[in-house]
C-alpha cells in the first residue's frame, strides 16, 4: 500500500521535476516556426482533428484485441512453472487459436496500406 | 493516506467521467475518459490489486482510447455536437436514473457497512490469479481466445474492404 | 462422467469456423460455395456427437461444461438450425452481396456460442458464450454490406447489446461479490434454503435478468428488435430470431425454476415476469397488426412468440417450453426461408403488396407460406397448435389462470395479420412484377424440411414428446 503510494508519488514529482528543469535550464531562442504547437504531421491550425483511413482503425483494432490476449499472459507466466503439460496445452490452445485469426486477419489484408 | 488517495483518485475519477458527458467536443470527451480510466486503476491499486491496476491502464487507457480517438477521427465529425435536450425525455432519464441509484445504494448499505461479502477474502497476488486460470477458469479463458477470434473476424466483415478493391 | 469426449461438440463446430475462415482467406476461386458445405460438415459432426454423447451424462472442466439431456436437446436444435441458416445462406449470399466465407464462419461461432451458454451453470461461461454469441451476430446483422438498413441493424444491435451486457457484467459483479461463488447452484441455495439472497445479490440477478431479457426481445426489452430482424440478411434474421431466444430461455429456464418455487422469490420474481410476459405478447402483437413489410410483421411476431416461450418459463414447464421451441425453429425459419425466396439478385420482395397474388403465380411458395403462417397462428392442424396448447395448458395446471387467459386473446389477435398476408395472397389482384429468381435448391430443401417438421409435429408429436420429457424428467 505504502509502496505503491510513494511509487505514485516519486514517479508523479519526478514527472513535474523534469518539466521545471526543462523550463529552467532550456535555452530560449524564440522564433514563429518554434512558436507553433509540435504536432506530429499535421498543421496547427485546423478545426478539430482530421479525418483518417480505415486500415488505421483496423491495424488499431487488431492491437487492442492482441493486447487483451497479451494481458492474459503475465499471470499465466507466474502460474506457469507448476503446471507440466497441461499448461502447455491449455496455453498452446489459447495461442493457436489467436493465431490463426492472426493469419486470417493478415491474409485478408488488414496490413495492406492503399 | 490511504483515504486521501482514494478521495483524490475518487473525484478524480467522478469529475472527469462528468466532464467528459457535459463536454461536446469529441477528442476533450475521449480525454477525459483517458483521466477516468487511469484514476480507476490507481483505484485498483489501492484495492491491492496491481494486475487489474496495470491491465485498466494498458488496455483501457491505452489500446481503447486509441481506438476511440482513430474512430472518432474516422467519423470526421466536424464542429460540435449541438445540444439537444428533449424535456420529458430528460425528466425520464432522470427519474429513472435516481430510481436505479436509490436500489444500488440500498443495495450497497449493507455491504459497505456490515462485515465484507464473501468474495473479499479472494483478493490476492497475480501468480495466484495465474493459478486460478489454470484450474478454475481454465474453461472460460480458452472461451475468451474465443471471443477475440470472434471480434476479430466480425470487425474484418464489417469494416475490412470491399472484395475486388 | 468426467472426460474430454464432453467438449467434443464445440470442438468440433470451432475448428469448422476455424477452417472455413482459413479456406476464404486463402483460396482464389470467386464460387464460394464449397465453404458452406465445409461449414455444414463441420454441424453435422457436431450432431453426430450429440447423439453419440445422449443418455452418458459427459462434463468437464470440474463441472463447468455439462452435457446432461436438457443441454443435448438444445445444442441438437442449434445444430439443425445452423444447418438450416447456413442452407438459406448458399445463394443468397452471391444474390445480396455477401461473402458467404465470413457467412459461414461466423455462424459456426455463433452456434459455438450457443452451445457454451446452455451447457454450463458457471456464470462466467455462460456469459462469455453470450458474448461470443452476441459479437458474432452483431457483425452477421451487417454483413450485407451494400444496404443501408444492414448496417444500421449492425451498428443498433451493437450498441445496445453492448449495453445489455454491461448490464450482466455488472449483476455479475455483484452476485458474485455476495455469494462467492460463479455457480447458478450457489446463488439458488441461499434462496431455496429461505434465508434469501443478499439485497445487492437480488440486485445483482435483477440486472443479470434484464440483460438476458434483452437478448430474448421481451418487452419493454425489445425496442431494438424490429429494426435488426428486419434489417439483417433474411438467413441472419432466421438465426437471430430462434438462437439467442431459445439460449436465453434455456438459462432462464435453468435459473428461474428453482428460485420461483420458492415463496419470496416467487412474490418479486414472478410478478415481474408475468408481467413482461404479457407486455411483450401485446406489445409483439399489436405491433405487427399495423406493419406494411411482411419482414418487420414476422419480427413482431416474434418478439410476441418469445412472450409465450416466458409462459412457459413461468410454469416452469420444461417439455413444453422446449417442445415450444422446436416448432417455433421450424415455423418460423420455414416462413423467413419463403420470404429468403422472395428475391433474385439483388433485390429482396418484402412488402405486403409484393405478396398479392402470389398464390397465382407460385402456388407452391403460397402454399408453404400459408401453412407456415396458421401454424404460427396456432391453428389445429399444425404443430404451432400442439405447442400453444401445452404452454397455455401448462400454465393453467401451475394456477397461472390470468396469464393463460392473456395469451391466449394475444394470440387471437395474431390471428389477424398472420391471415391478412394469406388473404392478400389469395385473394387480392397482383399489381407489380415481382419476378423471383427459382434457382435456389438448398433454400427448396429448407422449406420442405421446414414443412415436414410442422406437419410431422403436428399430427405425431409423440415421439418427440417422450424424447423431451425423458430427457428433462432427471434434470428438474
Known amino acids: ?114 | ?165 | 462422467m468426467t472426460t474430454f469426449m464432453a467438449l467434443a461438440p464445440l470442438l468440433t463446430v470451432v475448428f469448422g469456423a476455424l477452417v472455413v475462415l482459413l479456406l476464404e482467406a486463402f483460396m482464389k476461386r470467386a464460387n464460394r460455395e464449397p465453404l458452406g458445405y465445409v461449414a455444414a460438415l463441420a454441424l453435422l459432426a457436431a450432431g453426430f456427437f450429440v447423439i453419440r454423447s445422449w443418455n452418458r451424462d459427459l462434463d468437464y472442466f470440474g463441472g463447468r461444461l455439462v452435457l446432461d439431456r436438457f443441454s443435448l436437446l438444445l445444442i441438437a436444435l442449434f445444430v439443425i438450425l445452423g444447418l438450416f441458416v447456413l442452407l438459406m445462406g448458399l445463394k443468397y449470399a452471391a444474390r445480396q452481396g455477401m461473402n458467404l466465407g465470413e457467412f459461414c464462419g461466423l455462424v459456426l461461432l455463433a452456434v459455438a456460442g450457443l452451445m457454451i451458454m446452455v451447457s454450463s451453470t458457471d456464470w462466467l461461461v455462460v456469459f462469455l458464450g453470450l458474448e461470443v454469441l452476441s459479437v458474432a451476430s452483431y457483425a452477421l446483422s451487417g454483413l450485407k454490406k451494400t444496404d443501408r438498413t444492414s448496417s444500421e441493424a449492425a451498428a443498433k444491435y451493437f450498441l445496445m447489446g453492448s449495453f445489455a451486457g454491461a448490464f450482466f457484467v455488472f449483476g455479475l459483479a455483484l452476485v458474485f461479490g455476495t455469494s462467492g461463488s460463479l455457480d447458478f447452484s450457489t446463488l439458488l441455495a441461499g434462496g431455496v434454503s429461505g434465508a434469501g439472497l443478499a439485497p445487492a445479490g437480488a440486485v445483482g440477478l435483477g440486472l443479470i435478468l434484464a440483460a438476458l431479457s434483452f437478448k430474448i426481445a421481451i418487452a419493454p426489452f425489445h425496442m431494438w428488435a424490429p429494426d435488426v430482424y428486419e434489417g439483417a440478411p433474411t438467413p441472419v434474421t432466421v438465426f437471430l430470431t430462434v438462437g439467442p431466444k431459445a439460449a436465453g430461455l434455456a438459462v432462464l429456464f435453468r435459473l428461474l425454476v428453482p428460485l420461483l418455487r420458492n415463496e419470496p422469490f416467487a412474490a418479486v420474481f414472478g410478478s415481474a415476469l408475468s408481467l413482461m410476459a404479457v407486455l411483450t405478447m401485446f406489445a409483439g402483437n399489436l405491433a405487427a397488426l399495423r406493419q406494411r413489410s411482411v419482414k418487420r410483421m414476422l419480427a413482431y411476431s416474434s418478439i410476441a412468440h418469445s412472450g409465450y416461450l416466458i409462459v412457459a418459463v413461468i410454469a416452469g414447464d420444461g417439455p413444453s417450453l422446449v417442445f415450444y421451441l422446436v416448432v417455433y425453429l421450424f415455423m418460423n425459419a420455414g416462413a423467413f426461408s419463403v420470404l429468403a425466396a422472395m428475391s433474385r439478385k439483388g433485390v429482396e420482395y418484402t412488402a405486403l403488396d409484393d405478396f398479392a397474388g402470389l398464390g397465382r403465380r407460385y402456388p407452391w411458395l403460397a402454399a408453404c407460406l400459408s401453412v407456415f403462417l396458421l401454424s404460427l397462428a396456432g391453428f389445429p392442424p399444425t404443430a404451432g397448435f400442439l405447442a400453444k396448447f401445452y404452454v397455455f395448458s401448462g400454465a393453467v395446471r401451475e394456477g397461472h389462470v390470468a396469464l393463460a387467459v392473456a395469451a391466449v386473446l394475444a394470440s387471437l389477435i395474431s390471428v389477424a395479420y398472420y391471415l391478412k398476408v394469406i388473404v392478400f395472397m389469395y385473394m387480392k389482384e397482383d399489381q407489380g412484377e415481382a419476378a423471383i429468381d427459382q434457382e435456389n435448391p438448398a433454400l427448396y430443401l429448407v422449406i420442405f424440411l421446414c414443412l415436414f417438421g410442422v406437419v410431422q409435429l403436428g399430427l405425431w408429436p409423440g415421439n418427440l414428446l417422450a424424447l423431451i420429457r425423458q430427457a428433462l424428467s432427471a434434470a428438474f
Open chain 1, 1 to 114: 500500500m505504502l509502496e505503491l503510494t510513494l511509487s505514485f508519488l516519486v514517479f508523479g514529482l519526478l514527472a513535474a521535476v523534469m518539466i521545471v528543469i526543462n523550463y529552467l535550464l532550456g535555452p530560449r531562442k524564440p522564433n514563429p516556426a518554434r512558436e507553433k504547437p509540435f504536432e506530429c504531421g499535421s498543421p496547427p491550425l485546423q478545426a478539430g482533428i482530421g479525418p483518417v483511413n480505415i486500415p488505421f482503425f483496423l491495424v488499431a483494432l487488431l492491437f487492442l484485441l492482441l493486447d487483451v490476449e497479451i494481458a492474459f499472459f503475465y499471470p499465466l507466466a507466474l502460474a506457469f512453472r507448476d503446471r507440466g503439460f497441461g499448461g502447455l496445452a491449455a496455453l498452446g490452445t489459447f495461442i493457436l487459436v489467436l493465431a490463426l485469426g492472426f493469419v486470417y486477419a493478415w491474409k485478408k489484408g488488414i496490413f495492406r496500406w492503399s
Open chain 2, 1 to 165: 493516506m490511504a483515504w486521501a488517495v482514494f478521495l483524490i483518485l475518487s473525484f478524480l475519477c467522478i469529475g472527469s467521467v462528468a466532464a467528459m458527458i457535459l463536454s461536446r467536443n469529441q477528442a476533450h470527451n475521449a480525454l477525459f475518459l483517458v483521466l477516468s480510466f487511469s484514476s480507476l486503476g490507481g483505484l485498483f491499486g489501492l484495492l491491492d490489486a496491481p494486475f487489474a491496476a496495470a491491465v485498466q491502464v494498458l488496455v483501457y487507457a491505452g489500446a481503447i482510447m486509441v481506438l476511440f480517438l482513430f474512430a472518432i477521427m474516422m467519423f470526421n465529425l466536424r464542429g460540435e455536437l449541438p445540444v439537444r435536450v428533449k424535456k420529458t425525455r430528460l425528466a425520464f432519464t432522470v427519474g429513472l436514473g435516481t430510481i436505479l441509484l436509490a436500489e444500488l445504494l440500498l443495495a450497497g448499505r449493507k455491504l459497505v457497512l456490515g462485515s465484507p461479502g464473501a468474495a473479499s477474502a479472494a483478493g490476492g497476488d497475480t501468480a495466484r490469479l495465474g493459478h486460478f486460470l489454470f484450474s478454475d477458469y481454465l474453461y472460460a479463458f480458452e472461451i475468451t481466445s474465443l471471443l477475440i477470434l470472434a471480434a476479430l473476424v466480425g470487425a474484418l466483415a464489417l469494416a475490412g474492404k470491399r472484395e475486388g478493391s
